[in-house]
């Protein structure tokens, strides 16, 4: 089974205009373009795009993954608490005929717009090339693998394949956590100190002599 593919929150908020808007919502990553796109002008949109690159857990009731309720003090019924106002598949507060409801799932529910996991703490490392020297600081998601960092890493290095991952000398286990390999958070370190981000924890790259990996 495909691994999730976790995101960081300053990934998220990078996905903030109408045109590319993602939120985050009790530990998952979705994509709302879509919905923005078949919604098109529709008044109800603006409590999202209110909301774009950013985390709406608080809307959201976390036993049952639906929309907040409150009592209605004038009708007594329960009805969806939504302080932002009404949004897109919120019903009317009173019943009303141009109201369409045959859109299926509303869209907190449907599966097609999630894209991701939100990482639950995300850790800065530091990757030295000891071959060129270059050195790159990143954030990752603690629950990623080696493997999947050095995905984020090539940017940097399109070759990051093509050498071994050391830290403190020992060879890396890349289909393992930076935790489990054993490489402490950088909050270990000088925690609180002007200079922590000087003592994020290292990885060194030596370049395996193997023109088959490159």
């Not at 985050?24 to 990553?29: A, H, M």
């Not at 919604?39 to 993954?65: H, Q």
């Not at 290095?157 to 890349?174: C, E, F, P, R």
């Amino acid at each position: 089974m495909r691994r999730p593919k976790y995101f960081t929150p300053n990934e998220v908020s990078l996905h903030n205009t109408v045109k590319d808007i993602w939120v985050s919502y009790l530990g998952k990553v979705y994509d709302l373009t879509p919905l923005l796109e078949e919604y098109k002008g529709d008044v109800l949109l603006k409590p999202i795009t209110e909301c774009a690159g950013k985390d709406i857990s608080n809307w959201f009731d976390p036993k049952t993954k639906d929309i907040l309720t409150h009592v209605d003090l004038m009708t007594g019924c329960i009805k969806y608490y939504t302080p932002r106002g009404r949004f897109i598949h919120i019903p009317p507060p009173c019943p009303r005929t141009d109201w369409a409801n045959d859109f299926g799932k509303p869209w907190w529910k449907d599966n097609r717009y999630e894209v991701g996991l939100l990482s639950a703490k995300t850790r800065w490392i530091r990757i030295i090339n000891t071959l060129t020297s270059q050195e790159q600081r990143l954030e990752v998601c603690s629950e990623e693998t080696l493997d999947e960092i050095l995905q984020r890493y090539l940017r940097y290095n399109s070759h990051a394949s093509s050498y071994t991952w050391k830290h403190n000398g020992v060879n890396l286990d890349m289909s393992k956590t930076l935790s489990v390999n054993g490489i402490p958070e950088e909050d270990e370190f000088y925690c609180g100190s002007p200079d922590c981000n000087l003592f994020s924890p290292s990885i060194c790259l030596y370049f395996n002599d193997d023109l088959t990996e490159l």
